[in-house]
């Protein structure tokens, strides 16, 4: 091969690499920043449902009591309680 030849080309791991890059940015737009003015609202978050509120509290209780996390939720199935069917982040 020329030296002309091998300055124009790109290894595949770069193409790969570029390509995912992209694919990446896309995601993130697509993720972040269209539904933004939805979760942001008034300078607070909204949360959307139920889920959003549990995972707040779980992470309320961890942060207050680290660094174990509840087992019991007496809130989980009210009026009953029940235990937290697994463990948060592991």
Do not use: E
């Amino acid at each position: 091969m020329s030296a002309a030849n091998k300055i124009g080309k790109l290894p595949a791991a770069a193409l790969v690499a570029i390509i995912l890059s992209i694919i990446c940015g896309i995601s993130l737009y697509i993720r972040i920043a269209l539904p933004y003015d939805q979760i942001f609202v008034n300078g607070t978050v909204w949360f959307n449902g139920v889920d959003p509120w549990w995972h707040m509290r779980m992470v309320d209780n961890l942060l207050a009591h680290f660094p174990h996390h509840i087992s019991f939720d007496p809130y989980y199935y009210f009026p009953n309680g029940m235990v937290v069917p697994s463990a948060m982040f592991f």
